[in-house]
């Protein structure tokens, strides 16, 4: 077990918030119980465990997590060999810790980009974009279940007419997955996704937008009850608008412009809560903006980073029942740094240097992690820092109930923080 590491220049943080259950929802100016400030009741500190290795491997691509609501879960990676890059994966459990990594997939062709999803009976499903012998990219999945470990991957989608990447997965409780990604023609990239019940094959591809201009950046949320939210930005006679279009567990709806403004929308981001709650975060304009409500009647945006300069962009979005937090970055005059924000209440300026803050949240408690370039902001003693490496990548993170989960690559291999 690797000991835990001390501060640097460049270092990653881990801030575990703790904040009052059942709050928020009520009539602040962001949709957030104004009342509710930052002087919120504290659960007890959380502890930091020492940091652990994953696995043997170097050379690897930023890992992706995710947990079960028994806090086990799984992180799944790119590894180069100095002429490809194969999927690989890694089991963990709280009581014993990380498993034994293992191969995804044994094809010769380059593999990149994976992405993770599990349910609550054990089960998981790996996504990722893989080159076939045109060196086109198709998209390639495998599944993991309890009895049987991991399944032989298979082909989602065969298009030979242009790559396909981007690709995104989410899964519900009971084990209701949803893909999507971007996909060429030869001509412009579009928005496809794939279905699949629990345990079954992976439904047909399909076109989500047919747009004349090029779709970029899917992103994918989906909740309890099998709806899906899927959120990208489409460039439109030279002007790019975020869409979003919903699975409403039987189909896919017409997408919907999220962003109708004169200045290009980029880098979304959707979270998804109970009876439909949707929330949407965007960059346009030099400025973080939101949209929550339900997901056939979003209301107006509204702004989120409190900035009087600067630009704000690469947000990230966390929804806990009636309460959001965001995480942006900021550039002003030379300088950059991050925030994060619970709307309603005042932003945490996570210290200047610091940049792309991963976010998350469940049972009134949210995790951020960031990689930092100068100085990182000190919360007291619910921060702990996490790696000196100047090679560090941006990290992921994961919560679920009591456990939670920071993971991160080096170029001597890939890292853990446990959070209980």
């Known amino acids: 077990m690797t000991p835990t590491r001390t501060p640097a220049r460049i270092a990653l943080a881990l801030l575990v918030l703790c904040v009052a259950r059942g709050c928020g929802g009520g009539d602040g100016p962001d949709g957030a119980d104004a009342s509710v400030a930052a002087d919120a009741a504290v659960d007890a500190a959380p502890v930091f465990f020492p940091v652990q290795k994953v696995g043997s491997m170097t050379s690897v691509d930023p890992p992706r997590l995710a947990l079960d609501s028994t806090g086990a879960g799984f992180a799944v990676w790119t590894q180069f060999d100095g002429v490809s890059g194969s999927v690989w994966a890694a089991r963990y459990q709280p009581a014993t810790g990380w498993g034994t990594q293992e191969l995804l997939e044994g094809i010769e062709e380059h593999a990149d980009s ?75 990239y579009s928005i496809w996704a794939v279905t699949a019940a629990p345990g079954g094959p992976w439904s047909t591809p399909v076109l989500l937008e047919s747009d004349p201009g090029t779709a970029a950046a899917p992103e994918i949320a989906i909740d309890a009850d099998g709806r899906a939210v899927v959120v990208w930005q489409q460039t439109v006679a030279g002007h790019i608008d975020v869409r979003a279009a919903t699975w409403d567990a039987r189909a896919w709806t017409a997408p919907i412009t999220i962003d109708a403004s004169d200045d290009d929308a980029t880098a979304p981001r959707v979270a998804l809560g109970a009876a439909g709650d949707t929330a949407i975060t965007w960059q346009a304009g030099g400025a973080i903006w939101l949209r929550r409500g339900a997901a056939g009647s979003l209301p107006p945006p509204v702004r989120v980073d409190t900035r009087t300069g600067g630009t704000a962009l690469a947000p990230r979005i966390a929804l806990d029942g009636s309460v959001v937090w965001t995480a942006f970055e900021w550039t002003d005059a030379g300088s950059r740094g991050a925030t994060l924000r619970r709307l309603g209440d005042p932003v945490i300026e996570l210290g200047t240097g610091s940049r792309q803050p991963a976010v998350t949240s469940a049972r009134g408690r949210v995790l951020a992690a960031w990689k930092s370039a100068g100085l990182t902001a000190q919360w007291g003693e619910q921060q702990q820092m996490l790696s000196s490496d100047p090679g560090a990548s941006l990290p992921a993170v994961a919560i679920s109930g009591d456990v939670a989960l920071v993971i991160w690559s080096e170029p001597t291999g890939i890292f853990a923080a446990p959070v209980r």
């Open 114 to 188: 994976p992405q993770i999803a599990v349910d609550d009976q054990g089960n998981a499903a790996a996504i990722w974009a893989q080159t076939d012998l045109v060196l086109h990219f198709n998209i390639w999945g495998a599944r993991w279940t309890a009895a049987g470990g991991w399944q032989a991957p298979t082909l989602v989608e065969s298009n030979e007419l242009s790559g396909a990447g981007d690709v995104r997965i989410a899964m519900t409780p009971r084990g209701d997955a949803v893909a999507t990604w971007a996909q060429g023609d030869g001509v412009a």
